[in-house]
């Protein structure tokens, strides 16, 4: 038996606010498919994140449905669970997979976390906050159980794992059941294929560079899936990489030598089909960094999608703040300031860290602090408590935006 599996697709995603980026997702995604297709798979497995957001355009909407139409054509079902981006955490609220029941994709909820496909048993659950451990513990132990009685049995989860994920994660790897002889896991971006218990732990990876710190692990292993061959006791993991419609590209220049550093580059994306995204870091700097952007942007800007840069003065750091000499209060002092009403030392830490951060353009790590004060503060917030606000909101009169969006569904279904 063999089967291909996937996660974090994240379709409907717009990186850096560019509808460019949005359809270099669906382009990966529709190679995945014809890919799998060409792999001759029995099945396919979906980890999670199928869609950035629980409500997804009708452009992710119809990019999925198209692909799993070809499989379908294909002879090929799908079986996924959602992810934390496909889910809203309200009782009874639905993931958008449940709109493509009716045409084939079999999913596996927390109402059905069971099937059986031939010989082999394929056990899942949603995705479950570090809040609800002791829920996703318990269904865990129920579906090892289950298991046990099938003589070949593959996992399905979204979830970060401590060895693997390093903070912010939801389970420890002891935690996990060890009698499965496949673990098809998602919401960790890299590529990860380890021995578990009786099996392999997979992680597929995102299928496309949703952000920038995934780029080292995309240069070793780059973006793709799995394909999974169960035969007999043995299961073999093979690794399908897929080409990105875009490149990403890092560089480090030196401001001394920035003329040459910066033809160097034009030289190698002039041809380029698509127009990639650049990161540069810049080093020495010792004029106006406002000027040298303009430098760059004038030599590159008509052959890139997006210039990232980040600048390294020369001999001294950025300044975190600027002070006059009338001592009067700085960028920093003034965010502290304006956030006094709240009377929370933890919301000036993020606020200041933040600003120091974004002042650097340093993306990525703003959004992992904002992601890590999320889980230490709003993670235990309970369905019950988000139910009871949602009960309060419903009172309101829906706004208009709303409407339309779900009229737009409507439309995509009809």
Known sequence: MKFAHLADTHLGYRQYGLFEREKDFYEVFEKVIDKIIEE???FVIHSGDLFETARPSPMALLTFQKGLLKLKGAGIPMYAI??????VMRKGSIPPQVIFKKMGLKVISNINPTYLHGD???AGLPYYPASHGKV????????SEKASQHEKSILVLHQGIDKYFGYNYELEIGELPDNFNYYALGHIHKYVNDKYGEGRLVYPGSAEIWKTSEIPDYMKNGKGFVVVEMEGSKTTVKRVKVDMPREFIQRTLDYN?????????????KDFEKKPILNLTINNVESDTSRVYEIIKEELG???LMIRPTFNMFDMEVPGDIVDDNNKLGPKE?????LELYGSSDIDTLATDLYDLLSKDKMDESGELIDQFYHEHYAHITEEDVELEDEEAEKQPPKEEEK???????????
Do not use: C, M, W, Y
């Not at 030598?257 to 994306?269: D, H, P, T």
């Not at 003034?334 to 304006?338: A, M, T």
């Open 82 to 87: 959602a992810g934390n981006h496909d889910v």
């Open 40 to 42: 001759n798979v029995d």
């Open 334 to 338: 003034l965010i502290v300031k304006q």
């Open 302 to 304: 008509d052959l890139s």
């Open 257 to 269: 030598n920035l003329e040459s550093g910066v033809a160097g580059i034009k030289e190698i994306i």
């Open 404 to 414: 339309d969006v779900q009229v737009t569904f409507k439309e995509v279904l009809e």
């Open 136 to 143: 996703l513990r318990s269904k865990l132990a129920e579906l």
């Open 120 to 122: 082999i048993f394929i």
